[in-house]
C-alpha cells in the first residue's frame, strides 16, 4: 500500500513538473534558463526517488521468492526411492546426436572457409604473376620507345652527314671541274 502510494505521489510530481517545464518556457529570457535548470534538476532528483523505489521494490520481490523457495524446500518430504530419480537417456542421447551434427556441420563449415581461402592465395599468386609479367612488357615498351627516340635522333643526324656529304662532294667536283679543264 505504502508503495502504490509512493509511486502515486512520485507520477503526481512528474506531471507537475511537466507543467512547470511549460511555465519555464514563459519565464523572461534572462530567468528562463535558471528556471529550466532547477527542473531539469528536480526532474533528475524525482528520476533517482523512482529508482531508488524500483530497487527497494525488486529486493522485496527477491526475498519472498527465496522465502517462498525456502518453505517450498523445507515443506517437501524425501522419500528413499523417488520416482523423480529416472535418468533421462533418450534426451540426453538426442542432444549428443544434435551436438554431434553441429560438430560435423561447423568442421564442413571451416572446410569450405579453408577451401575459399586457399582459392583467394591462389588467385593473388596469378594475379601477383600478371601483375609482374604487365610491368615486364611496360618495361619492354619504355625501352622500345627510348630505342625509337634513338634511331629517329641518328635518322636526323644522318640526314644532315648525307646533305654536308653532298655538298662537299658537289664543291669537289666543281673545282675538279674548274682547275682541270
Known sequence: VVENEIQARIDNI?????RLEILSSK????KRQNAKLRVDQLKYDVQHLQTALRNFQHRRYMREQQERQREELLAR???TNDSDTTIP???TLQFNESLQSAH???DDLIGSG????QGLRDQRVTLKGTHKKILDVANMLGLSNTVMRLIEK????DKFLML????VTCVIMFLVVQYLT
Do not use: H, K, V, W
Request: hydrophobic content about 35%; cysteine-free.
Open 104 to 106: 560435423r556441420g561447423m
Open 77 to 79: 518430504t524425501f522419500t
Open 89 to 91: 537417456i533418450d534426451e
Open 154 to 157: 641518328r635518322a636526323f643526324q
Open 14 to 18: 512528474f506531471s507537475n513538473l511537466e
Open 27 to 30: 519565464e523572461p529570457p534572462n
Open 164 to 167: 654536308g656529304g653532298m655538298a
Open 114 to 117: 579453408t577451401n575459399i581461402l
